[in-house]
C-alpha cells in the first residue's frame, strides 16, 4: 500500500465520507430506537465483526501487557462509547445532524486541551486562534432558532450533550495515547469494544423499563437504517480510520477526519431536509476552518 500516492490521505478521506453517511442513518435509527439500544446493537455488531477481522491479520487477541493497561483500554472504551457515544445520539435526536456537525468541531481543540493536562503538551498560537474560531461557531447554533421543529430550552439540551459527548470522546482518546504506541491498532478498537460492551450491560441492568428500551431492537422496521449505520460508521469508517493514521502523518489524517462534518451537513440537507442556512453554512466554515488550524498548527 505504500506504493500508492496519498493512500493514508483518501483512506482518511473515505473514513470521513462513510462516517458522515452513518450520522444520516444513525439519526434515523434514533426516530426509534433509545440512545442506549442503539448504541448497544452498533457496539455488539462492531464486536462481532471484528473478532474475525484480527483472526485475518493474525492479531493476538491476549498481548503480553499489565493487569493496568488492560484497564486503561477497557476505561476508554467505557468513556469513549458507553458515555461518549450514547450522549451523542441523545444530542443528534435533540438537534440534528446539522447542528451535530457543528459541535463536532469541538473535538479537535478538546483533544489538544487535554493532551496539554493529562500529557503536558503544549498550544500553539495557530492553535488558540483555531480553538476560539470553533468556539465562535459552536457559540453561533446558539442563536439558530429558525425552521427548528425544537424548543429553545431543546436546543440548549442537545448542544450541552452534544459538547459532553465529544468531551468524553475526547478523553476516552488522551487516557489511551501513552499506550498505543506499542499495541496492535486492531487489538486496542476490539477490546475498548469489549469495555464498551460490558459497560452498557452493567447499565442496562440497572435501568428501569430496560425491556421498553430494547424492545425496537427486535422489530424489523428501520432495521436497515441501525445496521447500515453500525456497520458502515463502527466497522468500515474505523478501519478506513486506521489506515488513515498509519500511512498518512497524524495531522494531516485528524485534519482530513474532520471533512466529515461538512459531509454530515451537506447529507443533512439532502436526505434529512434539515435547514442549509447561511447562519448555519457560517457556523461550519467557522468550525471546520479552527479544526483544520487545531490539528495543523
Not at 128 to 157: D, F, M, Q
Request: glycine share 6%; with cysteine; net charge positive.
Amino acid at each position: 500500500m505504500d506504493s500508492i500516492p496519498y493512500f493514508g490521505e483518501i483512506s482518511a478521506f473515505i473514513s470521513a465520507v462513510f462516517w458522515a453517511f452513518a450520522v444520516i442513518l444513525f439519526k434515523k435509527s434514533g426516530e426509534r430506537l433509545h440512545p442506549i439500544a442503539l448504541n448497544l446493537f452498533k457496539i455488539s455488531l462492531s464486536l462481532f465483526l471484528f473478532i474475525p477481522t484480527m483472526l485475518i491479520f493474525n492479531v493476538a487477541f491476549f498481548p503480553s501487557i499489565s493487569w493496568n493497561e488492560y484497564f486503561i483500554f477497557i476505561l476508554s472504551g467505557v468513556v469513549g462509547m458507553v458515555i461518549g457515544d450514547t450522549l451523542f445520539f441523545k444530542s443528534l435526536n435533540c438537534i440534528g445532524a446539522g447542528l451535530s456537525a457543528i459541535v463536532d468541531c469541538l473535538y479537535s481543540p478538546f483533544i489538544i486541551i487535554m493532551s496539554m493536562i493529562w500529557l503536558a503538551e503544549s498550544l500553539t498560537v495557530l492553535q488558540i486562534i483555531g480553538v476560539a474560531l470553533i468556539v465562535c461557531a459552536v457559540l453561533s447554533t446558539l442563536n439558530i432558532k429558525k425552521r427548528i421543529p425544537v424548543s429553545h430550552r431543546e436546543l440548549l439540551r442537545g448542544i450541552f450533550w452534544g459538547i459532553l459527548a465529544i468531551f468524553a470522546m475526547s478523553l476516552s482518546v488522551v487516557i489511551m495515547k501513552p499506550f498505543l504506541d506499542r499495541m496492535a491498532v486492531l487489538w486496542v478498537i476490539m477490546i475498548r469494544f469489549v469495555g464498551a460492551l460490558v459497560g452498557l450491560l452493567i447499565l442496562l441492568a440497572f435501568m428501569p423499563g430496560r425491556k421498553q428500551i430494547l424492545a425496537p431492537l427486535f422489530s424489523f422496521r428501520g432495521f436497515a437504517y441501525t445496521f447500515t449505520g453500525s456497520f458502515l460508521g463502527q466497522y468500515i469508517a474505523v478501519i478506513f480510520w486506521v489506515i488513515g493514521f498509519k500511512f498518512a502523518q497524524a495531522s494531516e489524517a485528524s485534519a482530513i477526519n474532520q471533512t466529515s462534518n461538512i459531509f454530515v451537513f451537506i447529507f443533512a440537507a439532502l436526505f434529512l431536509k434539515e435547514p442549509f442556512t447561511i447562519r448555519r453554512v457560517i457556523a461550519l466554515i467557522l468550525g471546520i476552518s479552527g479544526a483544520f488550524i487545531v490539528a495543523l498548527g
